[in-house]
Antibody, heavy 121, light 110 residues
Framework: QVQLVQSGSELKKPGASVKVSCKAS????????MNWVRQAPGQGLEWMGW????????TYAQGFTGRFVFSLDTSVSTAYLQISSLKAEDTAVYYC??????????????WGQGTLVTVSS | NFMLTQPHSVSESPGKTVTISCTGS????????VQWYQQRPGSAPTTVIY?????PSGVPDRFSGSIDSSSNSASLTISGLKTEDEADYYC?????????FGGGTKLTVL
């Protein structure tokens, strides 16, 4: 069965970096696009962008350029989200979420369990 | 910028039917597919409706989706409400080259 298993919670200081992983299993990793979605405490879902798992080409939503980087290691079927120069407002749960197809513009069908990133001094 | 507007909260009794709306700010909501995601407290979202009215396997047929072009809205209808349906529900569609989520609706089943 399809599973997306994310890395555990992180506590970071402002200015530090964090790398969240999303390990996929149960399907051919490079055949389905991967999205990243942010949920700040008590808030709604916010789409951060997606990465083409076949080409490695990322697409970032407005507001998620510069400090946010999507990457892949296809040898271990894992997608990564790296955030640099962390700010308090980056405190949120980050979800990886698989597209139904490879295009990045189809419905999301599977979600990771989420990774809480807390930024605090 | 295109936005999707949902009611902040709705409530209904067990066994009843509830409908959650999702209104597009501009253009035609029928131009792009709408998805609905359920998020129970403390859990990750799951997909309950995709491509306007399709149910993933495992989602009961108590859940249905529709589009009303006259009001530029999508709707999620849940019939035969159960306490386990209590959750936040998010609609999602597309605008140009981005994915857009509605603000979410908290469904209380009491």
């Amino acid at each position: 069965q399809v599973q997306l298993v994310q890395s555990g919670s992180e506590l970071k200081k402002p200015g530090a970096s964090v790398k969240v992983s999303c390990k996929a299993s149960g399907y051919t990793f490079t055949s389905y696009a991967m999205n990243w979605v942010r949920q700040a405490p008590g808030q709604g879902l916010e789409w951060m962008g997606w990465i083409n798992t076949n080409t490695g080409n990322p697409t970032y939503a407005q507001g998620f350029t510069g400090r946010f980087v999507f990457s892949l290691d296809t040898s271990v079927s894992t997608a990564y989200l790296q955030i640099s120069s962390l700010k308090a407002e980056d405190t949120a749960v980050y979800y990886c979420a698989r597209d139904q197809h490879s295009s990045g513009w189809s419905p999301i069908d599977y979600w990771g369990q989420g990774t809480l990133v807390t930024v605090s001094s | 910028n295109f936005m999707l507007t949902q009611p902040h909260s709705v409530s209904e009794s067990p066994g009843k039917t509830v409908t959650i709306s999702c209104t597009g700010s501009s253009g035609s909501i029928a131009s792009n597919y709408v998805q609905w995601y359920q998020q129970r407290p403390g859990s990750a979202p799951t997909t309950v409706i995709y491509e306007d009215n399709q149910r993933p396997s495992g989602v009961p047929d108590r859940f249905s989706g529709s589009i009303d072009s006259s009001s530029n809205s999508a709707s999620l209808t849940i019939s035969g409400l159960k306490t386990e349906d209590e959750a936040d529900y998010y609609c999602q569609s597309y605008d140009s080259s981005r994915r857009v989520f509605g603000g979410g609706t908290k469904l209380t089943v009491l």
